[in-house]
């Protein structure tokens, strides 16, 4: 199975978990008590949110952002190149273009690279171009860390009195955010490094360093490379349909989506995350992802049962070097 097809069946996956809108609010959250908060004035993030499009990140209008994508095609045009129709009613869109993900080649001239780094994405970006696949956690089946693993889809939140668990959908990659908490002296860098996070009123905000820098490591699909001194801060809250149509429309401009968004009704989740890594960026950066409630399943998407991702190569899939009993 190659490149191109196994990126359609991630849309495929997000698009099942999506296909229903959910008309009930999420469970209600168990008490909670950060010290400053009653548990009733914690916000309710808990259950299944997806955001079916993919890359995923969604560039901020303005200020310093995340990478676009330098090949552009129109929805329609992309469909088909990856050889699929279009699951929406009437045609899919011809006019304006969005990431092409044929071919992944990362804006190398964005201003929030520095010299070394904007090579790196270049060099994939040329490879993509001759059409030849570069490594990524997501293809060779490592842990994607933070924020690479927020390309993953749909995330399920479990909001506990003590700490946050976030499930994402694609490999079966789990956080857990200990509240109210610090970062300890000395991090021992791990693949989603240590989490720490609080709530300031209706908002989540997650705190997170010591991320482990493994063979692929990347901060994105265009393979945007990081240090361990990857500092990534995010903040969650939930907003109205209005607030969230802004981020979305932001994401159309970028992203490609199979079929169109459901008509979720009640609140949506936002997460705002800011990047810092004085190893490889300029300057911090920031962009969003914008999730609707999911209500189907929560659908299994295990990278390893094939590791065919590019012709005649297999993945280079994570093996431990005794076994584990």
Request: with cysteine.
């Amino acid at each position: 199975m190659n490149l191109r097809r196994r990126n359609f069946l991630l849309v495929v996956t997000l698009a099942a978990a999506a296909a229903t809108p959910a008309l009930a609010q999420a469970p209600t959250v168990g008490p909670a008590n950060s010290g400053k908060e009653s548990a009733a004035s914690i916000p309710n993030f808990s259950g299944m949110w997806v955001h079916g499009s993919i890359p995923g990140f969604e560039p901020l209008a303005s200020g310093p952002t995340s990478l676009v994508n330098r090949s552009r095609l129109t929805t329609a045009q992309l469909l088909q190149g990856l050889n699929v129709d279009w699951q929406g009613p009437g045609r899919p869109p011809s006019q304006n273009s969005i990431g092409n993900l044929l071919e992944l080649v990362g804006d190398y001239t964005n201003p929030i690279l520095k010299p070394q780094a904007a090579e790196v994405v270049k060099k994939f970006g040329e490879m993509s171009l001759a059409g030849v696949g570069f490594p990524s956690p997501r293809n060779q089946c490592w842990p994607g860390g933070v924020p690479f693993v927020f390309t993953g889809g749909a995330i399920l939140i479990l909001q506990q009195p003590d700490k946050i668990v976030i499930l994402y959908n694609y490999d079966h990659q789990v956080r857990h955010v200990r509240l109210n908490a610090s970062h300890p002296v000395h991090v021992t860098p791990t693949w989603f490094g240590d989490s720490v996070g609080h709530y300031e009123g209706d908002t989540l905000v997650i705190d997170t360093v010591g991320i482990k820098v493994g063979p692929f490591a990347a901060v994105d699909w265009y393979g945007t490379p990081h240090t361990e001194a990857l500092h990534v801060v995010e903040r969650y809250r939930l907003i109205d349909e209005e607030a969230a149509q802004e981020g979305w429309e932001r994401d159309a401009k970028e992203n490609f989506r199979a079929q169109p968004r459901p008509n979720f009704r009640g609140k949506h989740l936002q997460l705002q995350f800011t990047v810092e890594d004085a190893g490889v960026f300029t300057m911090p950066w920031t962009a969003t992802m914008t999730y609707g409630r999911g209500a189907g399943d929560w659908a299994e998407a295990v990278c390893a049962e094939n590791i065919q991702w590019f012709p005649g190569k297999n993945a280079a899939v994570p093996q431990a070097d005794k076994p584990d009993f």
